[in-house]
Structure formats: C-alpha cells, structure tokens
C-alpha cells in the first residue's frame, strides 16, 4: 500500500518590508476583479486563465490567520453539527493517475464542502471579530472556484448529498474545520494550479 502524507509547502514566507506588502495588495485586489469580470455569465471573451500563485499564497495566508484567530475562542465558535470536509492527505501515486478532469473534480468537491461547512460554522459564531474571518474566507473560496473556472475546466455540479461521498470526512470543532481548510489549500489546490495544462501552456 502507497504512504500517505499530507503535502503542503514547509518553505518559511520572505521577510518583506511594509512598502513591498503594500503595493502587493492592491496588485492582488485588481487580480481578483478580472478573475470576477472574465468568469461573469453571458461575457462574450474567452476567459483568460490565472495562473499567478501569488493569490493563492495570499488566500492561504489569510486561512493561517483565520486558524490562529479561533484558538482563542471557545464556546462561541463551535458547529452545531458535524459537518462533511475533504480529506487533505494526498497519495501522490494515486493522484498521478487520476487525468487533469478527475483531480478539478476531486479539489471543485473539497472547496464546495469547505464552503457549506464554513457557512454552518457562521451561523453559529456570535464573536464579531471572528465572523470577520470566516467572511473572509469564504469569499476567498467563491474567488478560487472562479479561477479555476478560467483554466478550462469543466463546470461544477454540487453533489445533491454529502451521504456517501468519497473522499470525505467529518468534523465536528471549528478549530478542525480551520486546520482542514488550511491544508486543502497547501496541498490539493496548490497541486492542481501548478499543473494546470493552461497554465503550462501559458509558460510556454
């Protein structure tokens, strides 16, 4: 049987100055408006794909940020329910197998699952600062599944249950919830955005 292991990058960030970090933002910012603008139904153009890993480093920057943030809290972030989360442990052997359709597939199901359960975890937090987070997350997620609409793959269908779905886990603390959120991004959608073919394509 194939070791299992979790991949996600170990690589510590760069130590940037403010006036760096400052103008990265706003570069980010207009990003994400043609992300939005490119993948707007009934738009004519071709969409364009993004293939810029300096968002999704931001995304998992802020899903650390996130994490740390809910260690602090206790009895006003909890799930009033379990709830279905991907699993992050990746089999490289397995996962080569799999063709460029089946692994958008596999990371289109994990971002659908992470947004339901993050919006049940909403529902219950009553500590503002925290929602603030979890808001924010979220809207990293929709602009996520809005990339990888721009690299061609084909359009998602949300399965009509989590009963029986592969692939999956449950969760039942928020503090859990965060941490599979934070790895689905370092590994399994890191994985597929490297190895996009449009984004190969573009290199070329």
């Given at each position: 049987m194939a070791n299992r292991r979790t991949y996600w990058s170990n690589h510590a960030e760069p130590v940037r100055g403010y006036a760096d970090t400052a103008m990265e933002f706003p570069r980010l910012f207009a990003l994400l408006l043609l992300v939005l603008e490119w993948t707007r139904p009934g738009l004519p153009s071709p969409l364009r794909p993004i293939c810029d890993l300096r968002v999704l480093n931001h995304f998992i920057q802020e899903a650390r940020d996130a994490e740390v943030a809910m260690k602090s809290c206790r009895e006003?972030?909890?799930l009033t329910e379990a709830a279905s989360v991907p699993q992050t442990t990746v089999n490289f052997e397995d996962w080569e197998k799999k063709n460029a359709m089946e692994q958008a597939q596999e990371v289109q199901t994990g971002l659908w699952l992470l947004q339901?359960?993050?919006?049940?975890?909403?529902?219950?937090?009553?500590?503002s600062e925290l929602n603030s987070h979890i808001d924010n997350v979220i809207r990293?997620?929709?602009s996520i599944t809005a990339v990888l609409r721009?690299?061609?793959?084909?359009?998602?269908?949300?399965?009509a249950s989590t009963v029986g779905l592969e692939g999956t886990w449950r969760v039942s603390t928020a503090a859990e919830l965060l941490q599979v959120h934070l790895n689905f991004l370092r590994g399994k959608v890191?994985?597929?955005l490297v190895d996009a073919q449009a984004c190969q394509q573009e290199a070329s």
């Open positions: 006003e972030c909890g339901q359960a993050l919006s049940l975890l909403q529902t219950s937090m009553t500590n990293n997620l929709q721009s690299l061609n793959f084909q359009d998602y269908t949300p399965p890191r994985l597929l």
